[in-house]
């Protein structure tokens, strides 16, 4: 019997060693961790025969037939690059779930931002059409979790991060979308070309490629892709001349190749960005042979994602908003572009590289105040005093954000409480969605006072 390694436990990690199991493969799985999650999932895959090793730090043994990589383990890890070295072959869990749904056809969405919105709309508008296509990946199910299903999927609507895409080599998407790309996760990819070129080989692999036109990366990049790629544009259909958008906004109407599909004000989402998620997704959508009366319905029942521009609740004439998902300086410049001023804005956590210039530029037009909590607050903090911002105040915790904001933006006559941190979440939280969650849960605190 062929063994198996996986390495993390976490959903995806778990998925993928049932899989293998399910397969026939003799698995272990191996995690740093021991908390009690590891030990609630270590608990239920040993019922099933799997082998898990906690608090372990993975070797590589010529035992090992193949190594499975859960997203968050670096690619470029000392045991990873011996383990290639040493012929065993390595991949990560989206590989193989692409080994066992590859004869489905898939979508694959990627990008620095928008691919979660763009990937939940594009889930919405197919199963509106009556069809089984969950989203998975970096949203939603595993990969994995999809292939073990008993009913195969119609489509597989992935959301690929960078991580993922660098742990596959043969997936090959029916059609790939990539919503936009500027520099980010720079402390694992080193470098912006090794980023792009990451992102750029899920494009290159795919039958069919959809392209954010009004991205100014993707559009001075666009003569590598061939004429099977379609680009989008809200600015109209000569707005990216000399390129020719396949779908783009008239008149307050989603366009596609000349034929009226839906209004913009059918998606209940603010900001230019989300008329441009709107864009690509219809864009697949139509591609795929969806009917239009389904993207219609998909596109007005659908409820906008958690995390993201995620309006909590209204206290006294003031919106709080949940923008936790926005890990990056360009991410939190779009959350704070789209959002009513003045805005009280709480930013700060676990900082990354990039450049914050549109960001600071953004905070000059639209807060009133920003209030800055974690690892980030301090450096935040002088970079916004050195560019001639006042009004910031280091607050450490979300906890204590929530409650001066609630003082602070009636004597600023603040309409929104914003939190969008442009940072990663690890220095308070285990992720982006855990903080979201305590911010709504200090907001609604308020509704109940």
């Not at 383990?83 to 065993?88: S, V, W």
């Not at 993707?218 to 259909?237: D, K």
């Not at 989300?274 to 007005?300: F, H, R, S, W, Y």
């Not at 905070?363 to 920003?370: N, S």
Request: hydrophobic share 40%; proline share 5%; aromatic share 6%.
């Amino acid at each position: 019997m062929k063994k198996a390694h996986v390495i993390g436990i976490g959903l995806s990690g778990a998925a993928a060693a049932r899989l293998l199991h399910r397969q026939g493969w003799r698995v272990t799985l191996s995690d740093r961790g021991d908390g009690p999650a590891q030990r609630d999932r270590q608990a239920a895959l040993s019922q099933v025969g799997i082998a898990v090793q906690l608090g372990h730090d993975f070797v590589p043994t010529l035992e090992m037939d193949l190594i499975v990589v859960s997203p968050g383990v670096p690619w470029d890890a000392p045991a990873l690059v011996t383990a290639r070295q040493q012929g065993i072959e390595t991949i990560g869990e989206m590989e193989l779930a692409w080994r066992s749904l590859s004869e489905r056809p898939w979508l694959g969405i990627t990008g620095t931002n928008g691919k979660t919105t763009t990937t939940a709309l594009l889930a919405a508008i197919f199963a509106a059409a009556g069809l089984n296509a969950p989203a998975c990946g970096n949203i939603g199910h595993a990969a994995c979790a999809v292939a073990l299903a008993e009913t195969p999927p119609d489509w597989v609507i992935a959301e690929l991060s960078s991580y993922q895409i660098e742990a596959t080599s043969t997936l090959h998407p029916t059609i790939g979308i990539w919503t936009t790309f500027t520099p980010d996760h720079l402390n694992r990819h080193k470098t912006v070309e090794n980023y792009y070129r990451i992102k750029a080989s899920l494009l290159a692999r795919s039958e069919i490629a959809v392209f954010n036109g009004d991205d100014p990366c993707l559009r001075q990049h666009a003569a590598e892709y061939g004429p099977q790629s379609h680009w989008t544009s809200v600015g109209g259909q000569k707005a990216i001349e000399p390129l020719t958008p396949s779908t783009y906004i008239e008149d307050g109407w989603v366009i596609y190749r000349g034929d009226r599909i839906v209004s913009t004000q059918s998606l209940r989402m603010v900001g230019d960005h989300n008329q441009q998620n709107l864009l690509m997704a219809v864009t697949a959508a139509c591609l795929a042979d969806i009917p239009k009366a389904a993207i219609v319905e998909g596109v007005t029942t659908f409820p906008g994602v958690v995390h993201r521009l995620e309006h909590i609740c209204t206290w006294r004439g003031i919106d709080f908003i949940n923008d936790s998902k926005a890990t990056n300086y360009d991410a939190a410049e779009v959350g704070l572009r789209s959002v009513h001023s003045p805005t009280i804005l709480i930013a700060g956590g676990d900082p990354k590289a990039g450049d914050d210039t549109a960001w600071i530029q953004q905070i000059h037009q639209k807060a009133a105040a920003v209030l800055l909590i974690g690892k980030a607050a301090p450096q935040f903090a002088e970079r916004l005093h050195q560019s001639g911002y006042p009004h910031t105040e280091i607050v450490e915790t979300l906890e204590n954000a929530v409650s001066r904001s609630a003082d602070l933006a009636p004597t600023q006559a603040a309409k929104v409480v914003l939190l969008s941190p442009a940072c990663a979440s690890y220095d308070q939280y285990p992720n982006f969605e855990a903080r979201g969650d305590h911010f709504r849960r200090l907001c609604q605190l308020y509704l109940q006072a």
